[in-house]
């Protein structure tokens, strides 16, 4: 293997964090296309989240975030299936993330199930109200991407990452996920605001 192979896989491990093993597996599918292999890992941890759905998280922490005005805070509930994942300092470091996020973005729900059946129904009354003369197919269609981008707004997970618009938070739990090996989910959340 040569040293332009060796740079990739070590830049995709600092960048991902995923084992080395991992990396080298994600670049030779991906023809040793980083942005390829990234998104290679991150389905492998959506499909190691999907094996290990049954799983129990029992571990975890409360991590907190406070702005520096002082003026805006948010508490996250990160849980792990083991104590070794929940004292590690990058999964501390994902759950002052997620609460940094909760701060700046503000999010009311953790995901679209988390939504009550009333609240989703009337939403999608009012994304329906001005496209009641298009036939009922394209009604539907134009529904759904309105209310998955209502969703980016108000769900936590369906949020994009602050740090980077074209990852969602979903994907980066599955990155530390795939990372770790394990299933992390958050519990809950809240935010505080002087100014509300």
């Given at each position: 293997m040569n040293q332009e192979f060796l740079e990739k896989i070590k830049k995709l491990r600092e960048e991902t964090g995923a084992p080395i093993g991992k990396c080298r597996e994600a670049l030779e599918k991906e023809n040793w296309d980083l942005d390829k292999a990234k998104i290679y890992l991150r389905k492998i941890g959506e499909s190691l989240l999907e094996k290990k759905k049954e799983k129990e998280t029992k571990n975890g922490i409360i991590e907190g975030y406070i702005h520096f005005n002082g003026r805006v805070g948010a508490l996250v509930e990160l849980l792990s299936e083991t104590d070794f994942v929940a004292q590690n300092p990058e999964f501390k470091?994902?759950?002052?993330e997620l609460a940094m996020q909760v701060a700046f973005m503000n999010p009311l729900y953790l995901d679209l199930e988390s939504v009550s059946a009333e609240v989703l129904e009337r939403k999608k009354?009012?994304?329906s109200e001005d496209i009641q003369d298009k036939p009922e197919k394209v009604r539907q269609e134009i529904i759904e991407g309105r209310l998955k981008k209502w969703a980016e707004e108000i769900c936590l997970l369906e949020q994009p990452?602050?740090?980077d618009?074209?990852?969602k938070i979903r994907d980066l739990i599955n990155?530390?996920?795939?990372?770790f090996g394990e299933k992390i989910e958050v519990r809950r959340f809240?935010?505080?605001s002087r100014d509300e």
């Open positions: 470091k994902l759950a002052h009354q009012e994304l990452y602050f740090k618009e074209n990852l990155e530390y996920a795939n990372k809240a935010r505080l």
